[in-house]
């Protein structure tokens, strides 16, 4: 895999967004162009820390915009979130720089990345722009309330898990936590949003929030994939250390990318959920 990146800004109004481009020198302009954001659990991560999730997107035939955004607790809900959607805004606008006027656009994240995704899925639905095609939702943190089994298994549901941290450096105060672009899972209208490719695995403490997420997205009748990948996988901390690209489960990530892409470009089929084995 031979993926290159280049750093630059983007700019929303007023507003200067860094960013990396990913892109395989034989991707076609046509091709999907994804904005993606890293994790970190809101208080950490960076454009390097992302560079293994979106290098997969770009070696699965994606133009990745890896873009920046401020963290917590320097910047709270729902600072992060905006710059998050002005950045989608700047792809859009810029789009025929890296790709198409006519490529799919889509929100793509790991961790706290996921979280933001999600949440500009739901402000593109409601405010109506930019139209996506899809979001790409790796181990997204999602559910504040820390409740969940998975996370239990994983003896990360206390108060000093790092998710916890993130989430009250993110949120501020309790009750931002009822918020929807705050906690997408607590959402009580998802009606309307792009489809979805919700990836988790075995030993990911984040499992069940996002496995909770594709079931209530179904529910509101969103086209939704979701996959569970076999243990061990380390996530979603294996997401974020750059050149990760070796471990045995980037393929199958990988496979997953090239047919969620395949399925909303050509809008056929009912999208399952499954158990995937290793790569």
């Not at 659990?41 to 997969?56: K, P």
């Not at 496995?211 to 901390?237: F, I, M, N, Q």
């Amino acid at each position: 895999m031979t993926i290159e990146y280049t750093e630059e800004t983007m700019r929303w109004e007023a507003i200067q967004i860094p960013a990396r481009i990913y892109r395989d020198g034989n991707t076609p302009r046509s091709a999907p162009l994804v904005l993606h954001l890293h994790g970190g659990a809101f208080v950490g991560g960076s454009l390097e820390s992302g560079r293994t999730v979106a290098t997969i997107l770009a070696d699965a035939g994606a133009i990745v915009v890896s873009a920046g955004y401020p963290l917590a607790p320097q910047c709270q809900f729902p600072k992060p979130l905006m710059a998050s959607y002005c950045a989608l805004e700047a792809l859009y606008g810029a789009r025929a720089k890296w790709a198409s006027k006519k490529s799919g656009i889509f929100v793509a994240g790991e961790e706290a990345g996921g979280n933001l995704a999600a949440a500009v899925a739901l402000m593109a639905r409601d405010q109506g722009m930019p139209p996506l095609a899809g979001q790409i939702l790796l181990s997204p943190m999602l559910d504040p309330c820390l409740a969940t089994v998975s996370l239990r298994e994983a003896e990360a549901g206390d108060g000093e898990c790092q998710w916890a941290h993130g989430w009250r450096q993110y949120l501020g105060g309790a009750d931002k936590a009822c918020h929807p672009y705050a906690a997408p899972l607590g959402s009580s209208r998802l009606a309307g949003l792009a489809p979805v490719l919700l990836v988790t695995a075995q030993d990911d403490p984040l499992r069940d929030e996002t496995k909770s997420y594709a079931k209530r997205l179904r529910a509101a009748g969103v086209p939704v994939e979701c996959h569970e990948l076999d243990a061990p996988t380390g996530w979603p901390g294996a997401l974020t250390v750059p050149n990760g690209n070796g471990a045995p489960w980037t393929q199958n990530l990988r496979e997953h990318f090239v047919g969620f892409f395949k399925n909303t470009t050509s809008s056929s089929g009912e999208h399952t959920s499954h158990r995937s084995g290793k790569a």
